[in-house]
């Protein structure tokens, strides 16, 4: 028994050990940490997982979270003011959104590295009538492993992730993964 | 039992991770594996501006005297109304004004220890753009500045926008500013060099024609007088919408080099350099930096970083992901024969999240190469991080710079007698701040 415990201890250990070793013997000993971090990297939305959840005030200042979405689809766009590709496809989120009542879903538009006054300025310039939100210091941007906008989520009314898109969304694609989110069974 | 079996699994996937990092040129530069250059001792960090008026997008560059100069961006709102211009709303009257914002500068004698009262640049209220597209400014032989600056086009939308320029009035003010772009809301991230010709370059993305998609580069040249020496012209195409360009100059001008990202039909976007043999007026085809095989249909906002050493070498820096997030990092690269060819990437540091990095590079008298860029902490917040390639190939230890309790972005580099100064913009919810560190160089 006793030597079933230090063999355990050793096995824990030594990945530890082998860190610190290859740290000293490295020459870009933050690279290599980074290498061990980026071996196991954190779990990020796929179609079939839980969305990350999130809380956020949109533009008005009403509270918003993942859960208060809960019990229809949501459609999720990530977006910038300063983005040319997600300018190019705001006229079709704006779309979802006119028909996301007869559609029985939502959608909330986050916008990410931007400020409120840009945002406000966006928002009367483009016409957008969907709610949107501000994440400030990027927190939801990160946790939806986002390295860059536009992007959009289709999250069923159970809150899991039915389909993704990175990049411009297009009419075929959106009505695509719509129908993919309502039909989902959890 | 399980356990003690699933175990040795772990364990020789750690060996395998120490394996690659052992032996990856990507991964650990050669340089540094040879021996480390010593890490700088940068001063405590300095805020431009003022607090309240949420100081962003802060760009250095050295004056011919040795003083250092910064411009940045501030809420034109926290300004005392004592202003001549007029608010400007986008013309039309039909749209909401936008976030006004000034720019600032202000002049260091003493390393950016201390700084003189700011001036402000711009004339008239504008709404003058920041992050990747933030002011820049330049310096010609008889002390000069010289200031671009970007504003919504006349519909508000950042992503047509115009380039305004300004110079120095010779009375400790700035002249009114004009808009460089001859197409009316199609230009962004301007770049203005002064040319040892003793002309200014600026060079620009333009969408004037927007249909192929990919954009082109415009030029423009312009006396120490202001007066125009050339109209706009085009000086290469199949740009990536954004970012930030890099210019380098050589044989006193005659060669301009200048570094961008292409985007391919298949929306793959690699880093390229344009060579001009006869002053920037035409340029010959570009040559790939690196085939990083970044395939991305969505905004990457993070451009290059070019200098030039006494050797003549080019250095570039630059942010991709790559063909998988695992290659995903700020890389430099090297070109020995005047851009005909680089050396294969080196990695500076490997991205720690998903995060578009943003990264700048200078050059110092002695060869020596600057890095600074973004990155993630261990706690998810994006910090400035520092090295240095001395002339002899060392690679320095990786410095972290910032402290931000929110997010720090953006830096920029410029050097000046005996100093290499860092700045950069840190935001923390909805406030934001123009930072400084300096540090010794040299012997």
């Known amino acids: 028994m006793k030597r079933f415990k230090t063999a355990t201890i050793a096995l824990k250990l030594a990945p530890r050990a082998l860190l610190i070793a290859l740290l000293w013997a490295s020459p870009d000993a933050a690279s290599a940490a980074q290498l061990l971090e980026q071996a196991s990297p954190r779990p990020g939305p796929a179609a079939g997982r839980a969305a990350p959840g999130f809380q956020l005030h949109t533009l008005d200042g009403k509270p918003i979270s993942l859960e208060s979405y809960r019990g229809k689809p949501l459609v999720l766009n990530f977006f910038a003011s300063w983005c040319d590709p997600c300018r190019e496809e705001m006229p079709l989120i704006n779309e979802l959104a006119a028909n996301s009542e007869k559609g029985n879903y939502r959608v909330l538009g986050i916008a990410v590295e931007d400020s409120r006054a840009a945002l406000d300025e966006f928002k009367k310039e483009a016409r957008l009538i969907f709610p949107m939100a501000l994440d400030l210091n990027n927190a939801v941007k990160r946790s939806y492993r986002i390295f860059g906008p536009p992007a959009t989520f289709f999250i069923d009314a159970e809150g899991v992730v039915r389909a993704m898109v990175l990049g411009p969304l297009t009419q075929e694609r959106a009505l695509e993964a719509l129908r993919k989110t309502a039909a989902a069974k959890n | 039992m399980k356990n003690c079996f699933r175990r040795p699994k772990r364990i020789s996937f750690y060996l395998a991770c120490g394996l690659l990092a052992a032996c990856s040129s990507d991964l650990a530069p050669r340089g540094a594996r040879e021996s480390r250059g010593e890490a700088l ?273 080019l250095h570039v820096s630059w942010f991709t992901l790559g063909r998988s997030e695992s290659e995903a990092g700020i890389y430099y690269s090297v070109s020995k024969d005047g851009g005909k060819s680089f050396a294969p990437r080196r990695l500076v540091q490997a991205n720690r999240a998903p995060e578009v990095l943003y990264n700048s590079l200078a050059v110092g008298a002695d060869d020596t190469v600057y890095l600074a860029w973004s990155n993630l902490d261990a706690e998810n917040r994006a910090q400035i991080f520092f090295r240095a390639i001395g002339a002899d190939g060392r690679w320095s230890e990786i410095q972290q710079l910032s402290r931000a309790r929110g997010d720090a972005s953006r830096p920029v580099l410029a050097l000046g007698p005996h100093r290499l100064h860092v700045a950069w913009t840190e935001t923390d919810g909805e406030t934001s701040r123009a930072l400084l560190r300096s540090a010794r160089i040299g012997r």
């Open chain 2, 41 to 313: 001792r940068f001063g405590a960090q300095i805020a431009l501006g003022r607090a309240e008026a949420n100081p962003a997008a802060p760009f250095l560059r050295a004056a011919p005297d040795g003083r250092l100069f910064a411009v940045w961006t501030e809420d034109a709102a926290a300004r005392e109304s004592n202003s001549s211009g007029h608010a400007a709303f986008h013309g039309s009257g039909k749209m909401a004004p936008s976030p006004l914002r000034d720019l600032l500068i202000a002049a260091s004698a003493d390393g950016g220890a201390t700084w003189s009262s700011a001036r402000r640049v711009n004339r008239s209220d504008e709404a003058i753009q920041g992050e990747e597209n933030g002011p820049k400014l330049a310096f010609g032989a008889d002390h000069r500045a010289y200031a671009v600056w970007s504003i919504p086009g006349e519909k508000g939308d950042k992503t047509r926008a115009n380039i305004r320029f300004a110079m120095d009035d010779g009375q400790g003010g700035f002249g009114s500013a004009r808009t460089l772009n001859e197409v009316k809301d199609a230009a962004r991230f301007a770049l203005i060099e002064f040319s040892p010709d003793g002309s200014l370059l600026v060079a620009w993305i333009d969408r004037r024609i927007d249909s192929p998609r990919p954009r082109q580069l415009y030029l423009m040249k312009i006396a120490g007088d202001g007066r125009a020496l050339t109209k706009n012209y085009p000086a290469g195409e199949g740009l990536c919408e954004c970012c930030k360009l890099g210019i380098a100059f050589a044989d006193g001008g005659k060669t301009v080099y200048i570094a961008d990202r292409q985007v391919s039909e298949k929306q793959i976007r690699n880093h390229v350099l344009r060579r001009s043999s006869d002053g920037g007026n035409s340029f010959a085809a570009p040559v790939e930096i690196s085939d990083d095989g970044w395939q991305v249909a969505s905004c990457p906002h993070s451009g290059p970083s070019l200098g030039r050493d006494s050797r003549g070498w």
